[in-house]
């Protein structure tokens, strides 16, 4: 089973920024899709932003449209949110995720569209790691 690991979270002061890692333990990450997910107490699990495997296509969830940035390092075999002008709303544990697909039906305009909640398809979830937003 594949397993990630996030990193870099911490507490900000609103309008500040942070650089989340999504990094893979034993297996290629650079091989397949990745999402980023977030949760906070009392809600569901949310979209954030999705890449591709080969990195062009990139999609967010419209709470983080123009203030967040996903992106892959093929090198280091590792996937990057970065994010910035960051608000209390934004508090919640982060996650990154894959559905072992390259060209993934769940990283993909129609699915960002019209959902709002990640599919069961997406495996190897780590522990999260916390980011707070506050003054």
């Known amino acids: 089973q594949v397993q990630l690991v996030e990193s870099g979270g911490g507490l900000v002061q609103p309008g500040g920024s942070l650089r989340l890692s999504c990094a893979p333990s034993?297996?290629?990450?650079?091989?397949?899709?990745v999402g980023w997910f977030r949760q906070a107490p009392g809600k569901e699990r949310e979209l954030v932003s999705c890449?591709?495997?080969?990195?062009?296509?990139?999609y967010y969830g419209d709470a983080v449209k123009g203030r967040f940035t996903i992106s892959r390092n093929h090198a280091e075999d590792t996937v990057y949110l970065q994010m910035n002008n960051l608000k209390p709303e934004d508090t919640a544990i982060y996650y990154c995720?894959?559905?072992?697909?390259?060209?993934?039906?769940?990283?993909?305009?129609?699915?960002?569209?019209?959902?709002?909640?990640?599919?069961?398809?997406?495996?190897?979830w780590g522990q999260g790691i916390q980011v707070t937003v506050s003054s």
């Open positions: 890449i591709s495997s080969s990195g062009p296509n990139t």
């Open positions: 034993g297996f290629t990450l650079d091989l397949y899709a």
């Open positions: 995720a894959t559905d072992e697909r390259a060209l993934s039906p769940y990283c993909s305009r129609s699915y960002y569209s019209t959902n709002l909640t990640p599919p069961p398809e997406y495996t190897g």
